[in-house]
C-alpha cells in the first residue's frame, strides 16, 4: 500500500476563513478521493481528485465551496470556503490504484481534523 | 432505505469472546465488499476483502451471503486491542464509488 500523509492534521479555524488541506502520496496513484467525516458519522465522498483536469464532485458538494486541485499523480489538495460551524469534520483523502498495479480498494491518509468556531 | 447498514452497537464482550457483525446492502449489484478498521481518532483502515467463497484471516472470517445481501464478520478470541468501529463498505457497481456503513463499534472488555 502506498504511504499517504496530510497536512495539517488538525485546524482551529474562525467562520468565514477558509482552510487548504495537502495529500501526498509516496507513490503515483490513478485515482485520489475527498471524503469527509462528521461526528459520529461514517465517510462521505466529497469528490474524486482527476489529475489535469477538474474533480468531479458527489450530490451536495460544489466546487465554489471544495475547490480540488491535483496538479500531478502524487498530491492534492482540498479547500474548505467560507467556513461555517457545519464544516467542523474529518476530512480524509484516499487513494486507489497505485500505478500499474490494480488495488482492490481504497487507503487513507491520516486525515484532517478541522473545528470551525 | 440507506445503501449500506450496520448495527451501530456498541458490542461490549469480554476477552477471548466470539462476536459476529452483519451488515445489509441494497443495491444487489454490487460486486466488491469489504471490511474496514477504523479506531478512535484514527483513519480506516483495510481489514479485509470479503469473497464470495467466505475468506479467513487468522482470528476473522467474513463472509458473503448474495441472496439476502448480507455480509458478515466473525471474531474469535477476542482481544482488548480488537476494540474499534469496523466499517462495512460495498462498491457500488455503476459508479465503482465506495459506500460506507456507519459503522459497528466494539468494545473488549479485560
Known amino acids: 500500500s502506498a504511504v499517504i500523509s496530510q497536512k495539517p492534521s488538525r485546524d482551529i479555524c474562525q467562520r468565514g476563513t477558509s482552510l487548504t488541506i495537502q495529500c501526498q502520496v509516496d507513490s503515483q496513484v490513478t485515482m485520489m478521493f475527498w471524503y469527509r467525516q462528521q461526528p459520529g458519522q461514517s465517510l462521505t465522498l466529497i469528490a474524486t481528485a482527476n489529475q489535469g483536469s477538474e474533480a468531479t464532485y458527489e450530490s451536495g458538494f460544489v466546487i465554489d465551496k471544495f475547490p480540488i486541485s491535483r496538479p500531478n499523480l502524487t498530491f492534492s489538495t482540498l479547500t474548505v470556503s467560507n467556513m461555517s460551524p457545519e464544516d467542523s469534520s474529518i476530512y480524509l483523502c484516499s487513494v486507489e490504484d497505485l500505478m500499474g498495479r490494480r488495488t482492490d480498494t481504497q487507503y487513507f491518509g491520516p486525515g484532517t481534523r478541522l473545528t470551525v468556531l | 432505505r440507506k445503501e449500506v447498514e450496520q448495527d451501530p452497537g456498541p458490542f461490549n464482550v469480554p476477552e477471548g469472546a466470539t462476536v459476529a457483525f452483519n451488515c445489509t446492502y441494497s443495491?444487489?449489484?454490487?460486486?466488491?465488499f469489504f471490511w474496514y478498521r477504523q479506531d478512535c481518532r484514527k483513519e480506516p483502515k483495510l481489514l479485509m476483502s470479503?469473497?464470495?467463497s467466505g475468506n479467513e484471516d487468522g482470528r476473522f472470517t467474513a463472509q458473503l451471503n448474495r441472496a439476502s445481501q448480507y455480509i458478515s464478520l466473525l471474531i474469535r478470541d477476542s482481544k482488548l486491542s480488537d476494540s474499534a468501529t469496523y466499517l462495512c463498505?460495498?462498491?457500488?457497481?455503476?459508479?465503482?464509488?465506495?459506500?460506507f456503513g456507519t459503522g459497528t463499534l466494539l468494545a473488549v472488555q479485560p
Open positions: 443495491n444487489s449489484a454490487s460486486q466488491s
Open positions: 470479503v469473497y464470495s
Open positions: 463498505v460495498v462498491r457500488e457497481f455503476t459508479t465503482d464509488k465506495l459506500i
